[in-house]
């Protein structure tokens, strides 16, 4: 039967939706709170020119500060946070506040420089080394801010294309380091932080929700449940030249609050690099006694040299949005390139009405799993091989449309489904503006990237 607008909806939550709108309340009071507090008296500062440059300061430094540490809790691992925004959008705003901190606190170190050197640059250098070497906790917030530089220049676009994934990540660990560094100079030096009760309270309270989340959400979740459930390797099993699966057991994997769609940090602890965690999705729904992911042989991790039956397995998660949870239709569409596909092919387990978007190259993954969902579920597979018709393109060349009219011809109702993608960044990106073109509105296209 065709599809009409009188299709109801799939209940859901609005918790997600408000969540949201109170995270963005919170975010931008705190920026005008702390401006309002240095306002009472930096204003006046402003009609000299050595006294404003001092002022300016003090204001970068405490919106960079507040910043520094809204960064911090958007990446905690908060539950509330994590199943709002989802990861693929929490990274891109902690790259936007990431970045725009990091330019608040050099604003801040330059200022408050010229303006303790009388305004004069040419006395600026030695005024720096001064406050460096003679001012409480000088030291430690230059440590701090070398740790900060060091995350920041890594994740600029270009640096990150020469690195490896593992790399970036252990690296990216530095920019804790730096924060953590920069509390006893603004405890000791921060005027505006003790200005009054309530400035100290923000500021303690502040300080504390970021400690408290790291520790609770980054450290003792993970260690509980990696104590609880002690995961480790019982099978790998190659699924094309370059991709393979691996299955893991565990205790008590009915208690693990894993859903179709989502995915976990890995470690696998007797290999090279087992320190540095990996993101893959489970590519099979959580049976309660076995979990599976799907890895493509990427990077110097993902290749999973030496990984053998009985090795032990460190996780961190489960973490995304990708799952049933988030559909507002029953007709679902399922977009996914190359091991994209596997969370989708989990997702699939637990949809009716569902059609499957495969985009490979060679040969599709999973495939005799996916005629048994089509002969069980009713799922629809549509196959789309080869390689890419054009840069830019989502397709190959066996569709007879342009890349923007394509969904519409392969699945006719596709403006009454939630559409889920899941594959490469720039090519996740062209498939979300065709859905658009499409009609589906944006709360019901659910996007995961494979980026960082």
Same mark, same amino acid.
């Given at each position: ?31 005008? &709170? ?19 440059? +001092? ?42 506040? *990431? ?11 330059? &200022? ?17 080394? /001064? ?41 990216? &660990? ?45 450290? *003792? ?28 057991? *565990? ?58 039956? *009985?090795?032990? @397995? ?8 990708? +799952? ?93 489904? /939630? ?20 009609? @589906? ?12």
């Amino acid at each position: 039967m065709t599809a009409t607008l009188t299709e109801p909806a799939v209940r859901r939550r609005p918790l997600d939706a408000g969540t949201r709108t109170v995270a963005v309340g919170v975010l931008w009071a705190g920026l005008l &709170l702390v401006t309002y507090w240095w306002a009472a008296d930096g204003i006046r500062d402003l009609g000299e020119w050595e006294t404003g440059l +001092t002022s300016l300061g003090r204001l970068t430094g405490l919106l960079g500060a507040d910043l520094l540490l809204i960064q911090v809790l958007l990446m905690a691992r908060l539950p509330a946070v994590e199943r709002a925004f989802g990861q693929d959008r929490l990274v891109k705003m902690h790259r936007t506040v *990431g970045f725009t901190s990091f330019n608040l606190v050099l604003a801040h170190l330059v &200022l408050i420089t010229w303006g303790y050197a009388a305004g004069d640059l040419t006395r600026t250098p030695g005024e720096l080394w /001064d406050l460096v070497t003679n001012y409480p906790a000088m030291l430690l917030a230059t440590a701090g801010t070398a740790c900060l530089v060091l995350t920041v220049v890594t994740s600029i676009r270009k640096a990150r294309a020469k690195l490896r994934y593992e790399s970036w990540h252990l690296l990216h &660990l530095y920019g804790y380091l730096g924060v953590g560094l920069a509390l006893p100079h603004q405890l000791w030096t921060g005027q505006e932080f003790l200005t009054s009760t309530a400035a100290t309270v923000y500021w303690w309270s502040l300080w504390a929700a970021a400690a408290a989340a790291i520790l609770v959400w980054r450290l *003792g979740i993970p260690l509980w449940r990696n104590a609880r459930h002690r995961l480790e390797v019982t099978a790998i099993v190659p699924e094309d030249d370059d991709v393979v699966s691996v299955y893991l057991t *565990g205790r008590h994997l009915d208690r693990l609050p894993a859903r179709p769609g989502q995915f976990l940090g890995w470690r696998f602890l007797n290999r090279t690099g087992w320190t540095r965690g990996n993101p893959y999705s489970l590519s099979a729904a959580p049976d309660g006694r076995s979990l599976r992911i799907t890895v493509r042989a990427l990077g110097d991790g993902s290749a999973l040299r030496g990984v053998r039956p *009985g090795t032990r @397995v460190l996780f961190e998660g489960p973490f995304g949005r990708l +799952t049933e949870s988030v559909r507002t239709r029953h007709r679902v569409a399922l977009i996914g390139a190359g091991v994209g596909v596997a969370p989708l092919r989990a997702l699939a387990e637990d949809l009716e009405d569902a059609v499957l978007l495969h985009r490979f190259r060679r040969r599709p993954l999973f495939a005799a799993e996916l005629h048994a969902l089509t002969r069980d579920r009713g799922l629809r597979v549509v196959d789309l091989p080869g390689h890419r018709r054009s840069p830019g393109s989502w397709l190959g060349d066996g569709v007879p449309v342009d890349d923007l009219t394509a969904l519409p011809y392969l699945v006719p109702d596709i403006a009454e489904r /939630d559409v889920y993608i899941c594959g490469p960044a720039p090519w996740a990106e062209s498939v979300r503006r065709a859905a658009t073109a499409a009609g @589906v509105p944006a709360d019901r296209i659910h996007v995961e990237e494979f980026s960082w």
